[in-house]
């Protein structure tokens, strides 16, 4: 490893114009792993990593954690990925709701949410739909599944949200990003075009890279190979291909289709969500359920999870970092999340 890093840093130092450089990387995975391998500390000063927008539980925003929760407790079975349930709502998290006796599953995978629905055809099962296009299509499948098979108790609540747009309202912000680190899972199956307004529109380059040091190293170095002429280029080439995945996102395209979304400290982004096509409309909750989202969109006290997921602000600026809020007793969801800023952080002691 000391090998790696050492050639690797003769590279980033042949490459480093010595000017201050933005790299934001997008993935929570990633997040995850350059605290995990001390990335950060071995690069040059002028050379920043930023976290960003791609931990699905993070971006969750907070008027869509109320709505779940309020939905719990109308008597509905929530079926839910795990780090989710111990998000804050404004009141309450649909942990402190389960220890009530409200009914809160939690899954690893959507079609066991669906195949729990089908035993117990006397509850009314909400799959609660949040990530990126890593995790759409196994949704999707469950909805066409659903479909086909007349299932009449599954639903879908959709809080899925899809990158390019919301990358591209980073970059409108004035966020000063001068390269991308893209996400490896997410463009296996988006591929890495969708990345090229990037380029085109912004003059701003992107590596889609895989999540050993090593692939992290060997990205940033592209990165900053390519900071006069920018480009997307694909580091992560043993999963990732230009075009992607043509099964899955024909399978998205079905069963979902772009809509509005509101992130966690971005606010709403036009056509950065899906909604589920009305083919399909019985098994989306929110129609299903009359599910009205709070307007206003509250953060908690004094949470700055919206600053740290637009890089503005390191999760150990945000007051509360390491103090009132560590993850045993988290405050807000880039804490909680296995694939959070603040929870990398405070794990690996940045
Ligand atoms: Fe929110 Fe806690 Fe992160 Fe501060 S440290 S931004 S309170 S999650």
């Not at 490893?1 to 450089?21: F, H, V």
């Not at 629905?117 to 759409?136: D, L, Q, Y």
């Not at 380029?199 to 992290?216: C, H, L, P, R, T």
Request: some cysteine; overall charge negative.
């Amino acid at each position: 490893m000391q090998d790696i890093i050492k050639s690797a840093r003769k590279l980033i130092d042949k490459y480093n114009s010595g000017e201050p450089i933005k790299i934001m990387e997008v993935c929570g995975s990633h997040t995850m792993a350059i605290s995990r391998y001390g990335l950060r500390q071995i690069l040059p000063e002028n050379i920043k990593l930023i976290s960003g927008p791609g931990c699905p539980v993070c971006v969750t925003a907070q008027n869509e954690i109320d709505a779940v929760i309020s939905l719990a407790g109308q008597g509905i079975t929530i079926a839910t990925f795990g780090d989710l349930i111990r998000v804050p709502g404004n009141n309450s998290s649909l942990q402190e709701e389960r220890a009530k006796g409200k009914d809160v599953k939690v899954f690893y995978s959507p079609l066991d949410a669906l195949e729990y629905a089908e035993a117990n055809p006397s509850k009314e099962v909400v799959f609660i739909g949040i990530g990126f296009e890593t995790t759409i299509p196994s949704v999707a499948l469950t909805i066409k599944e659903a479909y086909t098979k007349k299932i009449k108790n599954y639903s879908v609540y959709c809080l899925h949200k899809t990158m390019p747009k919301a990358l591209e309202a980073l970059v409108i912000n004035g966020s000063d990003i001068q390269g991308f680190l893209l996400p490896g899972h997410v463009s296996a199956i988006t591929g890495s075009t969708i990345y090229n307004f990037l380029v085109d529109k912004y003059k701003i380059g992107g590596v889609v890279s895989g999540f050993e040091a090593q692939d992290i190293l060997i990205s940033i170095i592209m990165i900053l190979k390519n900071m006069e002429n920018p480009k997307i280029e694909i580091q992560y080439k043993r999963v990732v291909r230009e075009e992607g995945n043509t099964d899955a996102k024909k399978l998205i395209e079905e069963v979902f289709e772009d809509s509005d979304a509101t992130w966690r400290g971005l606010g709403m982004i036009e056509g950065s969500g899906l909604k589920i096509r009305d083919l399909y409309s019985e098994y989306d909750a929110e129609k299903k359920f009359h599910i009205q989202k709070p307007s206003e969109q509250i953060e908690i006290n004094g949470c700055r999870c919206g600053d740290v997921l637009m890089g503005i602000i390191s999760p150990h600026q945000c007051p509360l970092f390491g103090k009132a809020c560590t993850p045993v007793n988290p405050i807000g969801p880039c804490m909680v999340s296995s694939e959070g800023s603040c929870a990398a952080y405070y794990k690996y002691g940045e």
